[in-house]
């Protein structure tokens, strides 16, 4: 059965894709090995260790107070509670890493956010 010239170029795309396969994957190997390398060097070089935690001793804690209120989860879709527990995650770990960083409460917690929390991210609990 003849081939149209556009599914014979597709072929031979598809044909250089996989015998190319093997090179791409050693040069992303070659790069991550070469970051890693780079890393080390750093950290070699830097006697005081992790940057971050250096940074973290220069944090100011601020005065704003930011509460999130939980308490109309009972009216939303679970689709839309998935949806507020990784914005709240997001807002913790930023948080976290702000050098002005602000007090986080979590109020009316309970129901199905609390439920969706213990189940997808058990690390929660732990949370200053």
Not at 8 to 27: H, I, M, S
Not at 33 to 50: A, I, P, V
Not at 71 to 76: G, R
């Amino acid at each position: 059965e003849p081939m149209s010239k556009r599914q014979r170029k597709k072929l031979l795309k598809q044909k250089q894709w996989e015998e190319q396969k093997d090179l791409r994957r050693q040069k992303r190997k070659e790069k991550r090995q070469k970051r890693k390398l780079e890393r080390q060097s750093k950290s070699d070089s830097t006697n005081e260790g992790n940057e971050r935690k250096c940074l973290r001793r220069e944090v100011v804690p601020s005065t704003l107070r930011l509460i999130v209120d939980c308490s109309f989860d009972d009216l939303m879709v679970l689709k839309d509670v998935k949806k507020l527990h990784k914005q709240i995650q997001r807002c913790y770990a930023e948080n976290r890493k702000a050098f002005h960083p602000v007090q986080f409460y979590l109020t009316s917690h309970g129901g199905q956010l609390k439920s969706n929390m213990n189940e997808n991210d058990k690390g929660w609990v732990n949370w200053k």
